[in-house]
């Protein structure tokens, strides 16, 4: 059993700046044999689901993951294969798109306050309010200065979210350009999958640099102790699986949470339950 995944994984910052290009996408930290990811499944979803029903069950806290990645990078993969396993009662999955014009009326965060889940959930954000520092920064859908200054924000909304006994946990799926084209080609090749391309992520894929680019701004600028970026290497899907994983098992594991000890008096009520 490697040791800290989580410290395997944590994007680090040297000489104030992460480069997410010097993460290599195809590697597998901590996994010698990739095929090992999926021996262990079976065995982690179990690990999981019980350290979810803990959380649920005291009832004091709740866990974030805010899922990132390019288009293609399994980002909906990931939430069918690792968050499907939970129990759906206590998760609460949002995926975030363009805003709405009832959302542009209101501040970037506005919406994600609204999905931040209570206690005893394990929310999901499929794409987050950094979709306001990459997309509007690749495409200048808002002034720069309007861009600088959500850095700061975003910081400090994670730590009020952070004192208020929520855990976050943001993740960053990397995928290669070849492997985005692989995915790419796959989807429009095969009939069932189709209905998942869009022309769209063509035309975005020519931003790739500049995506590549935000994304090392957003990591540099917003990994704190309270709220750390791990960057999942993500051409194979299996380790991403594996890896995702091990995080939240680690996370939750870090977190302990502890069933409730209500007081009863077990003899007494066995005994209202006699025939
Ligand atoms: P998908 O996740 O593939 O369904 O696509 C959702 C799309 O919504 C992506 O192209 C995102 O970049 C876009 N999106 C999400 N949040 C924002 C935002 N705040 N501003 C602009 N576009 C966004
Ligand atoms: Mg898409």
């Known amino acids: 059993m490697p040791k800290q995944i989580r410290d395997l994984l944590r994007a680090e910052v040297h000489d104030g700046r992460f480069r997410l290009a010097e993460v ?7 996994l010698k044999k990739p095929k090992r990811a999926l021996k262990d499944v079976p065995k982690h979803q179990a690990t999981l689901f019980k350290l979810q029903e803990k959380l649920y069950a005291e009832h004091k806290r709740a866990l974030l993951i805010v899922l990132q990645g390019m ?18 009662q206590s998760v609460q999955i949002t995926p975030f798109k363009q805003p709405t014009p009832e959302e542009r009326r209101h501040g970037f965060l506005w919406r994600i306050r609204r999905r931040l889940p209570d206690a005893g959930i394990v929310g999901i954000f499929n794409r ?3 979709e306001d520092v990459l997309v509007v920064r690749v495409h200048d859908l808002a002034p720069l200065n309007v861009i600088e200054r959500r850095y700061d924000l975003i910081n400090r909304f994670e730590k009020q979210v952070t004192s208020q006994r929520t855990k976050i946990v943001k993740i960053c799926l990397h ?4 492997e985005q084209r692989n995915r790419l080609t796959e989807r429009l090749k095969d009939p069932d999958k189709q209905w998942k391309f869009s022309e769209h992520d063509i035309d975005e894929r020519a931003y790739w640099d500049d995506y590549q680019s935000a994304y090392s701004i957003a990591i540099t600028r917003c990994s704190m102790k309270y709220a750390p970026w791990y960057v999942v290497p993500a051409n194979n899907k299996d380790y991403r699986n594996w890896a995702v994983a091990r995080i939240l098992i680690e996370t939750l594991k870090e977190m302990n949470p502890q069933y409730p000890h209500p007081r009863l008096d077990v003899p007494r009520l066995l005994k209202r339950l006699q025939p």
């Open 24 to 30: 290599d996408p195809a590697a597998t930290p901590g």
């Open 128 to 130: 987050s309010h950094y």
């Open 71 to 88: 288009d293609t990078s399994g980002k909906d993969g990931t939430i069918t294969h690792v968050i499907g396993h939970l129990n759906p």
């Open 175 to 178: 995928i290669s350009y070849d």
